[in-house]
């Protein structure tokens, strides 16, 4: 959750490009389809250049080594990083599916699990209900246009599904076959939780879980330290840089 209500200031968006731009020469200079790639996904992402090429490096990771299985987001905002994970399951042979999901109606209200900074961001309102509270909003027509108008994926391929976590994920977990790799950008502590409890057991042996926010939201740790305990986990977890996490399952 990099700035979760005002949209930054324009100096501040200034310099959040300048750096993008510079990482993505340095970095990418020598692939020029995944430059081209990050610089038209960028203005529809929070995500900077080290989170967008993890998703698109660990994507052609499973490719490589033959680990077959869907790719799924929880948290789409208006779309730039799903669109990433769009285009590596486009690209796979044989292609696979991109499950993207949101209520497209930004956050749901947090809880007291995510912290009195938080619950300040919110005025108070930490029931939990699923009512938006006006955070990170982007409609599913914007994100519908970005995937099949401007990128042109496929419908069958790029599934976009509207809905709270807690409310869609229960049916939905049942039609999502194995997933190779579960990008969980979701912020609060339930919104976190709600994800792994029912899409941690779909990820394939040799899978990926990519954890957005690990070490910026407390809610979102938690959720996450709380779930491996519960269940007996113990995973290795990398760092992407110094917010994203991600680790392999066995
Ligand atoms: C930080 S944004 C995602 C950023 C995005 N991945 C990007 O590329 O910039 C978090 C998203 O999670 C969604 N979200 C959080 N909790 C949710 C819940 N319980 N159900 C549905 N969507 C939720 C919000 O609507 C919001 O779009």
Redesign the pocket.
Same mark, same amino acid.
């Given at each position: 959750?990099r700035n979760p209500v005002p949209e930054k200031k324009s100096a501040a968006r200034l310099i959040d490009w300048c750096i993008f731009c510079l990482q993505c020469l340095w970095y990418s200079g020598s692939n020029p389809r995944k430059l081209r790639l990050f610089f038209s996904v960028k203005p529809y992402? =929070?995500?900077g250049y080290r989170r967008l090429a993890n998703i698109y490096e660990l994507a052609e990771r499973l490719e490589k080594e033959g680990v077959k299985g869907d790719f799924v987001?929880c948290?789409?905002?208006?779309g730039?990083?799903?669109a990433i994970l769009a285009f590596q399951a486009a690209r796979a042979k044989p292609p696979r599916k991109a499950w993207l999901i949101?209520?497209f109606?930004?956050?749901?209200e947090p809880t007291g699990q995510d912290g009195p900074m938080i619950g300040k961001m919110v005025n108070g309102r930490t029931e939990g209900r699923l009512h938006p509270v006006g955070i990170?909003v982007?409609s599913l027509e914007q994100v519908e246009k970005l995937l099949f108008g401007r990128f042109g994926f496929d419908r069958d391929k790029a599934v976009v599904v509207k809905g709270?976590? =807690?409310e869609v994920l229960p049916g939905l977990s049942r039609r999502i076959g194995g997933i190779a790799l579960l990008r969980i950008?979701?912020?609060?502590y339930e919104?976190t939780k709600?994800c792994l409890s029912y899409l941690y057991d779909s990820v394939v042996s040799a899978g990926y879980v990519i954890i957005d926010d690990y070490n910026l939201l407390p809610g979102c740790k938690n959720a996450v330290d709380e779930f491996m305990r519960e269940r007996g986990l113990r995973v290795e977890l990398t760092a992407i840089d110094r917010e994203g996490v991600y680790f392999r399952k066995k």
């Open positions: 959750m992402t =929070q995500l987001e948290g789409v905002w208006k730039g990083a799903a949101d209520s109606a930004g956050m749901p990170n982007a709270w976590f =807690q950008d979701a912020d609060w919104s709600v």
